[in-house]
């Protein structure tokens, strides 16, 4: 009975260490490398629609500007 109770717990145990590392290396992930492109942003927050189109408007100001540069 005693190492019935000993192995499910080392299998839960190991589960949520496993479920805690994985959420812990997506969110460093996230912070160093996929929040700096901008198509994976809109897929993941839901910002409002006047962000994204104001940014939108000021990217291509940008890039008007310097094609006449």
């Known amino acids: 009975m ?3 109770i000993l192995t499910s717990l080392s ?3 190991s589960i949520a260490a496993v ?3 994985a959420f812990i290396g997506w969110y460093i992930v996230w912070t160093f490398v996929l929040s700096q ?3 994976i942003r809109e897929l ?3 910002g409002s629609e006047n962000s994204s ?3 939108l408007k000021t ?3 940008k ?3 310097l094609r006449k540069e």
Do not use: G, N, P, Q
């Open 44 to 46: 993941f927050r839901s």
């Open 53 to 55: 189109v104001t940014e």
């Open 11 to 13: 299998i839960l145990f």
């Open 2 to 4: 005693k190492v019935e």
């Open 59 to 61: 990217a291509r100001s």
């Open 37 to 39: 492109f901008r198509f």
């Open 19 to 21: 479920c805690f590392l």
């Open 63 to 65: 890039t008007k500007r």
